[in-house]
């Protein structure tokens, strides 16, 4: 057991001077053992908040609620641990366990096995943490004031930087004087914990490092506006994304971008190198992907036989580990809320990066949804509750991922699936295929005979475990990496889709702030019913 916390909560380290002196890397070994080991009773379960939970687990399918969890491990002397939830049941681990760490929050609780010995001395440590738990609840609330005062002076400071910025290329844009050397100085979560600067370019600069926009040098169009490839002086290549005139993505919505995307650093996110803002054009440069985006390949006939199987499952992985960085592992707490194909990018080894960023919202510690009257993204990708009431929260981004996933599996887009038995969206198409026995016809043909059929369909459960209607009944992105890092635990069955979409097709406007519009660019619409 490997644990990054103070103590080994039953367990003893294995190397007690190598862990005094903060080297915990050989972790922790049960001191007494289990009773049911020795042939004595009073087992029981210490429940530990806020954990990252072990490796290696293993599905108990059979049991139906978390009572019965607790005894399935109770009865079973090999099993070290439980964690329960209702999303995706109980998990269930042997004597061994790897790799678990404790957050400050959010994880799971994990409920861990001690003998009847252990569990005494641990609830009379609990006593005595109580009576010095208000002692360091009251340091940790000067902690966490002076953690938000300096928050707002980080994010004041974004702000008049970017007030500077804005005036100055006010004052120069006739002029073309905005220096390539300013730049925004960003404290951010780089892998390699280094602070970096985010550089503003002058747009004269950007049009010579494009050919002046040139339809030679044109990588794509999004809903905000073309992405063209440029060359800066030195030869570095960059992907230059410019904001229409007349897009839906205002200021704030360019700063939104800017700031979060610029903070947010990992190997499945694209890389933000730097702005311009001058009069009215704003234009973001970014990383080049040579590879353009994940449905230039999956969508085009003449490039899906490049996507093998192996290659599509380690694009679905690494877009779930970029989520995880998202929604649990960054500083931010990320809801992406436009996750789509368009917007998966790949690098000369097709490694997938998680792209724009204009429509995502951080969340604070303690809030799990928002409630918005402006719902943007593409239909399709978004989920029921959030396309119908506004409310979105992490359980959007991972609908959206399981449509990705449909997709990435099936070679064809979602939309594609309207007027296919009876209406269905592809979450329903998809699940009655899955649930007659006939999961292996929605595989792309380009990959059926060569894939694993075992392990696609085991991706299809997945992903309809994800698209499924409310998002309390879908698992959590940290729970979609154990099942998909698992060939052999079983899942637990998804519900029959309750929506199915049925209507005409509607041509809807680019979203503003004014006219609370549905949709980001010119998409087509469905009304929902329900069945």
């Known amino acids: ?51 990252k939970w072990p490796d290696f687990s293993y599905w108990a399918s059979t049991v139906g609620d978390e009572n019965g969890c607790m005894n ?7 099993c070290g641990a439980y964690v329960y939830m209702s999303t995706i049941g109980c998990l269930l681990w042997g004597s ?92 951010d979560d780089t892998e390699d914990g280094k602070s970096r600067e985010l550089k503003v370019y002058s747009f004269d600069r950007i049009k010579a490092a494009t050919c002046n926009f040139s339809d030679s040098n044109k990588l794509g169009a999004g809903g905000f506006g073309p992405v063209y490839m440029g060359k800066l002086p030195g030869g570095e290549e960059v992907a230059v994304k410019r904001l229409c005139r007349k897009s ?14 610029a903070k947010l650093q990992h190997r499945n996110l694209v890389r933000l190198l730097g702005c311009c803002i001058q009069g009215e054009e704003k234009i973001l440069v970014y990383e080049y992907m040579p590879n353009k985006s994940l449905d230039a390949f999956l969508f085009n006939p003449e490039k899906q036989g490049l996507l093998d199987w192996k290659k599509r499952f380690d694009i679905i992985e690494g877009i779930a580990r970029g989520l995880l960085y998202l929604h649990r592992d960054s500083r931010l707490r990320v809801v992406h809320r ?64 399981g449509v990705l996933m449909l997709e990435i599996i099936t070679g064809k887009r979602a939309l594609s699936f309207h007027g296919q038995q009876d209406s269905l969206n592809i979450a329903g198409y998809a699940w009655r295929q899955w649930n007659e026995d006939n999961g292996e016809e929605l595989i792309d043909s380009s990959i059926r005979a060569s894939c694993s059929l075992r392990q696609v369909l085991r991706c299809i459960h997945i992903a309809l475990l994800c698209v499924q209607d409310h998002a309390q009944e879908r698992p959590d992105i940290p729970a979609v990496i154990l099942m998909l890092s698992s060939d052999s635990s079983s899942l637990p069955m ?33 009304q929902l019913h329900g069945r």
């Open 338 to 401: 436009d996750l789509k194909a368009s917007n998966i990018l790949l690098d000369t080894d097709m490694n997938p990066k998680i792209s724009d960023f204009g429509m995502a919202r951080m969340f604070g510690g303690d809030e799990n949804q928002f409630n918005t009257n402006r719902v943007v993204g593409t239909f399709g990708y978004m989920s029921p509750e959030y396309a119908m009431e506004g409310i979105f929260s992490v359980k959007s981004d991972v609908y959206s991922f």
């Open 248 to 261: 839906g993505q205002g200021l704030e919505e360019f700063k939104n971008e800017v700031i979060l995307i």
């Open 96 to 187: 061994d366990l790897i790799d678990t760490y404790q957050f400050q929050s959010g994880g799971y609780t994990l409920n861990l096995k001690l003998p009847a010995s252990e569990l005494r001395s641990h609830h009379e440590i609990w006593k005595t943490a109580t009576i010095v738990s208000a002692v360091v609840l009251s340091v940790l609330l000067v902690c966490l004031f002076l953690w938000w005062k300096r928050g707002r002076n980080i994010k004041d400071a974004v702000h008049r930087s970017w007030r500077s910025i804005h005036t100055s290329t006010r004052s120069q844009q006739n002029s073309g004087m905005l220096d390539i050397s300013q730049s925004i100085p960003f404290e």
């Open 72 to 78: 399935a491990c109770l009865n079973n002397c090999s």
């Open 1 to 51: 057991m490997r644990c990054v916390i103070s103590g080994c909560f039953g367990f003893q380290p294995e190397l007690l001077d190598q862990w005094n002196i903060g080297n915990w890397s050989q972790g922790c070994v049960r001191s007494p053992p289990l009773g049911c080991q020795v042939n004595q009773s009073g087992d029981g379960f210490l429940s530990i908040p806020n954990m």
């Open 494 to 526: 998804p519900r029959p889709p309750t929506l199915m979409l049925h209507g005409r097709a509607v041509e809807t406007s680019k979203s503003s702030e004014k006219d609370q519009s549905h949709s980001i660019g010119t998409v087509s619409m469905t």
